[in-house]
T-cell receptor, first 113, second 114 residues
Framework: KAGVTQTPRYLIKTRGQQVTLSCSPI?????VSWYQQTPGQGLQFLFE???????NKGNFPGRFSGRQFSNSRSEMNVSTLELGDSALYLC????????????FGSGTQLSVL | SQKIEQNSEALNIQEGKTATLTCNYT??????LQWYRQDPGRGPVFLLL?????KEKRKERLKVTFDTTLKQSLFHITASQPADSATYLC?????????????FGSGTQLTVLP
């Protein structure tokens, strides 16, 4: 069974631009969560999608948004990029979410110049 | 405020010894606690899950304890090997029902010296 796939692996953008990151969960998994990881803040929860609906949201500004498609694939979007958005963005999937273990992708390393 | 603290950012031990990592939390009432391993440039990998009514869980050389009175979990790696070198993250499962989410500690970087 293929693992969680995130694309692209690396991305370089400039301030003010927007970016879209993609995540394909493990087949059969309906819950997809997104995390931001930085050296200073560690892993911070962005949001979770389940059956195309956002079920949970962390404390991030509205510039961060996401969606989930009927095949459970998910995208997250960051608009008006700031230097502080430079981070490793990780996607994780599970069957139903909640207290289940998460399966993480390798992440997208975003650098904002 | 809510906080999850993992002991010292870095821990160095000698091969063959037991590594003990600590996860302390305040102002949380987690139903579950999970431990993950993360290697550089990769996403975390799930290791163990322990429920609030379980005191201890084992898997091969790994052992996790969960003390809800002390608000602490200990993670042990026995007979440690250089291949165990990685960052270890604890995560609390918090929130009601479908709003449950995983909140991660900042991690402990373990180095096992040959």
């Amino acid at each position: 069974k293929a693992g969680v796939t995130q694309t692209p692996r690396y991305l370089i953008k400039t301030r003010g631009q927007q970016v879209t990151l993609s995540c394909s969960p493990i087949s059969g998994h309906r819950s997809v969560s997104w995390y931001q990881q930085t050296p200073g803040q560690g892993l911070q929860f962005l949001f979770e999608y389940f059956s195309e609906t956002q079920r949970n949201k962390g404390n991030f500004p509205g510039r961060f948004s996401g969606r989930q498609f009927s095949n459970s694939r998910s995208e997250m979007n960051v608009s008006t990029l700031e230097l502080g958005d430079s981070a490793l963005y990780l996607c994780a999937s599970s069957l139903e979410g909640g207290n289940e273990k998460l399966f993480f992708g390798s992440g997208t390393q975003l650098s904002v110049l | 405020s809510q906080k999850i603290e993992q002991n010292s950012e870095a821990l160095n031990i000698q091969e063959g010894k037991t590594a003990t990592l600590t996860c302390n939390y305040t102002n949380y009432s987690p139903a579950y606690l999970q431990w993950y391993r993360q290697d550089p440039g990769r996403g975390p990998v799930f290791l163990l899950l322990i429920r609030e009514n379980e005191k201890e869980k084992r898997k091969e050389r790994l052992k996790v304890t969960f003390d809800t009175t002390l608000k602490q979990s200990l993670f042990h790696i026995t007979a440690s090997q250089p291949a165990d070198s990685a960052t270890y993250l604890c995560a609390l499962v918090t929130g009601p029902g479908s709003a449950r989410q995983l909140t991660f500690g900042s991690g402990t970087q373990l180095t096992v010296l040959p």
